[in-house]
Every structure is written in structure tokens, then in C-alpha cells.
T-cell receptor, first 114, second 117 residues
Framework: DTGVSQNPRHKITKRGQNVTFRCDPI?????LYWYRQTLGQGPEFLTY????????KSRLLSDRFSAERPKGSFSTLEIQRTEQGDSAMYLC????????????FGPGTRLTVT | AQTVTQSQPEMSVQEAETVTLSCTYD???????LFWYKQPPSRQMILVIR??????QNATENRFSVNFQKAAKSFSLKISDSQLGDAAMYFC??????????????FGKGMKLTVNP
């Protein structure tokens, strides 16, 4: 069990560019969550997957954001036409639905939009 | 919608002493879970302790214990014998217990704990 990993750890991009983040959950976990954390705030839910199905999306997830989990393993979060307001830490978490209560978090990807 | 409030943005404690972090929440649900997560600087968030709302007994994990007051919707964390490694951001979080939902966590804004040697 190597834990939840996220790549890249840091991303600096210019406004208007597209960025993609990757999350690799704990291997046997069937649920995967994305959260966004801005400075001085707690994480806010963006979306989650059970296996490959995206079952819920927050209103925070504008149409510039898209997430996938194509084979029920790793997930990607893409932001198109980035804006300065997208600057934040993007956290991924995974859990095993029905067995444990705990969501295990990755180290996050810090996005800075200049 | 459920909300979680942590009204103290920062606290400090002397090493080996006890500190209590406060959290209140608002929900119309009767069955839910409450959590305290710790986020050390530049490190990932880890679960400190969990409380099921249907349990009257307060949860305890080694030096960490909670005071869960369901009627008051209060969920405080007590850290005993504080250690330098306890220095971190602490987040209180809420999760519905109902089956079929996302089980997403709703977090408070967090509280920065400093431990002084």
C-alpha cells in the first residue's frame, strides 16, 4: 500500500492554458474524490467516482473542468482555459465504499495561474 | 446544506500541555459522522479521529479525544500531552451516513495549531 499519489505536485501555468492533473488512488479503493483547497479555507468537494462512473459533481465544477476515471483506477482532472481564480491546491482522496469510513488523501497538486 | 464552523483560526500550546480545538456544525440529518483531520505543513491530510453520531460514547485515540455534544452540534478535539509533531492545520469535517450518497466530506476552514517547546 503506497498511499494516494498525485502528479504533478506543483504546476505553474499562464492564464488561458489547459492543465491536467493525475491521481493514483490506493489500489483496492473503489471511490475516488477530488477536492479543491484555497488559501485559508478547508477543502471543498468537486466530484467523485465510484469505479469508473462519475456519480456527483459540485456546482464548483464549472464546464471548464472535466474529470475522468477511465478504467476505475487512476483519475485525471483537466482544467481548460485556466483563470487566476483556479489557483488552489487540488486534493485527491480515495476510499473503499462499504468497508471503511476513512478517505485517504494524497499530497495534492498546487496550481498557480499567472 | 450542511456547514462546519471552526471559529478559532489559530491556537498555540506549550509542549506537554493540553489544548482543545472547537468545532460546531449544522445539519438536519440524524445520522452522520464527524472527523478531525490533521494537515502538517506541506504534507498530506491524515485522519486523527472519527465519531459516529449514533454513538453516545466519545471517541478516543491515544492522546486525542473528542467531546461530542449532539444536541448542541458541537464536536471539540482535545489533544493531551502535546508534542512538537502535533503542530499542523486541523480540520473538522462532517459526512452524511446515509447509504447511496457520495459520502463527501464537508470541512471547516481549519485551525492552525502551534506547539511551543
Amino acid at each position: 500500500d503506497t498511499g494516494v499519489s498525485q502528479n504533478p505536485r506543483h504546476k505553474i501555468t499562464k492564464r488561458g492554458q489547459n492543465v491536467t492533473f493525475r491521481c493514483d488512488p490506493i489500489s483496492e479503493h473503489n471511490r475516488l474524490y477530488w477536492y479543491r483547497q484555497t488559501l485559508g479555507q478547508g477543502p471543498e468537494f468537486l466530484t467523485y467516482f465510484q469505479n469508473e462512473a462519475q456519480l456527483e459533481k459540485s456546482r464548483l465544477l464549472s464546464d471548464r473542468f472535466s474529470a475522468e476515471r477511465p478504467k476505475g483506477s487512476f483519475s485525471t482532472l483537466e482544467i481548460q482555459r485556466t483563470e487566476q481564480g483556479d489557483s488552489a491546491m487540488y486534493l485527491c482522496a480515495s476510499s473503499f465504499f462499504g468497508l471503511t469510513y476513512e478517505q485517504y488523501f494524497g499530497p495534492g497538486t498546487r496550481l498557480t495561474v499567472t | 446544506a450542511q456547514t462546519v464552523t471552526q471559529s478559532q483560526p489559530e491556537m498555540s500550546v506549550q509542549e506537554a500541555e493540553t489544548v482543545t480545538l472547537s468545532c460546531t456544525y449544522d445539519t438536519s440529518e440524524s445520522d452522520y459522522y464527524l472527523f478531525w483531520y490533521k494537515q502538517p505543513p506541506s504534507r498530506q491530510m491524515i485522519l486523527v479521529i472519527r465519531q459516529e453520531a449514533y454513538k453516545q460514547q466519545n471517541a478516543t485515540e491515544n492522546r486525542f479525544s473528542v467531546n461530542f455534544q449532539k444536541a448542541a452540534k458541537s464536536f471539540s478535539l482535545k489533544i493531551s500531552d502535546s508534542q512538537l509533531g502535533d503542530a499542523a492545520m486541523y480540520f473538522c469535517a462532517y459526512r452524511r451516513a446515509s447509504q447511496g450518497g457520495s459520502e463527501k466530506l464537508v470541512f471547516g476552514k481549519g485551525m492552525k495549531l502551534t506547539v511551543n517547546p
